[in-house]
C-alpha cells in the first residue's frame, strides 16, 4: 500500500513557538490524501533510533504538498530534540498518513486540546463546519496556536497555574463559561481525556477521542500500541483496537480509557 512506503521529504521551514514547543513544514506526498486526526511516522536520521516517532498532523495544504507537524521535545538526544534542530532544506524518512483520523460532523462541536493534543485541533477546526468552540489547555501563559485557533473558532483557554483563562483543566472552562455541544473532538494526555469521556456519557453528547501509547511499527503489525474496547478485535479476536491502525481517534464509548 502506497500509504506504509518511507517517504524522503524536505523541511521547509522550522520555527520555534514555545518553550520546546517546535513547528515544521514538510514537503511531502501524504498532503494528498492527509485529514485531520491522522498522524505521520518521522524516522530521525540517527542510526541508532530505529523506529519512527509518531506525531499529529496539525496543517494540511494539498495545493502546495505540505505537511505542518508541531511537537514538544521530550528530552536531551531523544529524536524529537533531533526534528527540534532541523532547518529548511534538510531531509528526513516519513510514513504517512496513517490512523483514520475525526469524522467531520456538521453539528455543534467541542474542539478540546490539551497541551500536545492541541496541533490536530488546529485542521479539524479548518475543515469543519459547524459552530466551533475550542477549548484548549495548557500548563501556563507559555501558549502556542492559540492565535491561529481563534481564526476558525471561538477558543476558551484553561491554564493549571490560572494565568490566563479559567484556573484549572479543559472540563473547569467547559464548565465555567456554561459551554454546550451535540460533538466532542478532544486529543490529549489520558486523564483528560478520561474526564471527557464521561461529560459526554453523563451529557449523552457524541464525543470522538484522539488516543496516544507508545508505537514501534505504526502500521498495525506489532500489537504494541492496543487499547481495550468494547468489541473484540477481527485481527486478534481479543478486546483490543491498536491505536495505530484502527485510530488513534475512536468513539469514546468503543474504548476503555
Ligand atoms: C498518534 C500519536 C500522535 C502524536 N502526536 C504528537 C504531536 O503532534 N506532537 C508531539 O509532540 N507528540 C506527539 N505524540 C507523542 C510523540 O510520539 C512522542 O512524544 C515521541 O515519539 C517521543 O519521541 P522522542 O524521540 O522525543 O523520545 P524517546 O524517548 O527517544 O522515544 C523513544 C521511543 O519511544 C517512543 N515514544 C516515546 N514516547 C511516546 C509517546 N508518547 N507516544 C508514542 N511513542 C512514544 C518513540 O516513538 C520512540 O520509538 C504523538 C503520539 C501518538 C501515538
Ligand atoms: S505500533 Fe505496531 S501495531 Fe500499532
Given at each position: 500500500?502506497?500509504?506504509?512506503?518511507?517517504?524522503?521529504?524536505?523541511?521547509?521551514?522550522?520555527?520555534?513557538?514555545?518553550?520546546?514547543?517546535?513547528?515544521?513544514?514538510?514537503?511531502?506526498?501524504?498532503?494528498?490524501?492527509?485529514?485531520?486526526?491522522?498522524?505521520?511516522?518521522?524516522?530521525?536520521?540517527?542510526?541508532?533510533?530505529?523506529?519512527?516517532?509518531?506525531?499529529?498532523?496539525?496543517?494540511?495544504?494539498?495545493?502546495?504538498?505540505?505537511?505542518?507537524?508541531?511537537?514538544?521535545?521530550?528530552?536531551?538526544?531523544?529524536?524529537?530534540?533531533?526534528?527540534?534542530?532541523?532547518?529548511?532544506?534538510?531531509?528526513?524518512?516519513?510514513?504517512?498518513?496513517?490512523?483514520?483520523?475525526?469524522?467531520?460532523?456538521?453539528?455543534?462541536?467541542?474542539?478540546?486540546?490539551?497541551?500536545?493534543?492541541?496541533?490536530?485541533?488546529?485542521?479539524?477546526?479548518?475543515?469543519?463546519?459547524?459552530?466551533?468552540?475550542?477549548?484548549?489547555?495548557?500548563?501556563?501563559?507559555?501558549?502556542?496556536?492559540?492565535?491561529?485557533?481563534?481564526?476558525?473558532?471561538?477558543?476558551?483557554?484553561?491554564?493549571?497555574?490560572?494565568?490566563?483563562?479559567?484556573?484549572?483543566?479543559?472540563?473547569?472552562?467547559?464548565?465555567?463559561?456554561?459551554?454546550?455541544?451535540?460533538?466532542?473532538?478532544a486529543?490529549?494526555?489520558?486523564?483528560?481525556l478520561?474526564?471527557?469521556k464521561?461529560?459526554?456519557?453523563?451529557?449523552?453528547?457524541?464525543c470522538y477521542l484522539s488516543l496516544?501509547?507508545?508505537?514501534?511499527?505504526?502500521?498495525?503489525?506489532?500489537?504494541?500500541?492496543?487499547?481495550?474496547?468494547?468489541?473484540?478485535?477481527?485481527?486478534?479476536?481479543?478486546?483490543?483496537?491498536?491505536?495505530?491502525?484502527?485510530?488513534?481517534?475512536f468513539?469514546a464509548?468503543?474504548?476503555?480509557?
Open positions: 500500500m502506497a500509504e506504509r512506503r518511507k517517504e524522503l521529504v524536505e523541511v521547509i521551514s522550522k520555527e520555534a513557538l514555545a518553550k520546546d514547543i517546535f513547528s515544521m513544514w514538510i514537503r511531502t506526498d501524504a498532503a494528498k490524501t492527509a485529514v485531520p486526526g491522522q498522524f505521520i511516522s518521522m524516522y530521525t536520521n540517527d542510526g541508532s533510533k530505529l523506529l519512527p516517532r509518531p506525531i499529529s498532523i496539525c496543517e494540511i495544504d494539498k495545493e502546495n504538498g505540505a505537511l505542518r507537524v508541531v511537537y514538544r521535545v521530550t528530552g536531551p538526544s531523544t529524536g524529537t530534540e533531533e526534528f527540534s534542530r532541523m532547518q529548511a532544506g534538510d531531509k528526513l524518512y516519513i510514513i504517512g498518513p496513517l490512523g483514520n483520523g475525526f469524522p467531520l460532523k456538521e453539528k455543534k462541536a467541542f474542539l478540546i486540546g490539551g497541551g500536545i493534543g492541541i496541533p490536530p485541533m488546529l485542521e479539524l477546526a479548518k475543515q469543519l463546519k459547524g459552530e466551533k468552540q475550542i477549548i484548549i489547555g495548557y500548563r501556563d501563559s507559555d501558549t502556542f496556536l492559540d492565535k491561529e485557533l481563534e481564526q476558525n473558532g471561538k477558543v476558551y483557554i484553561a491554564t493549571e497555574d490560572g494565568s490566563i483563562g479559567t484556573k484549572g483543566n479543559v472540563c473547569d472552562a467547559i464548565r465555567e463559561n456554561a459551554l454546550n455541544a451535540e460533538v466532542i473532538y486529543c490529549g494526555p489520558t486523564p483528560m478520561r474526564a471527557i464521561e461529560y459526554a456519557l453523563e451529557n449523552g453528547i457524541e496516544e501509547e507508545r508505537m514501534a511499527c505504526g502500521i498495525g503489525a506489532c500489537l504494541a500500541c492496543v487499547c481495550k474496547t468494547k468489541e473484540k478485535d477481527e485481527h486478534s479476536n481479543v478486546n483490543n483496537k491498536r491505536i495505530c491502525k484502527d485510530g488513534p481517534v468513539l464509548t468503543e474504548v476503555e480509557i
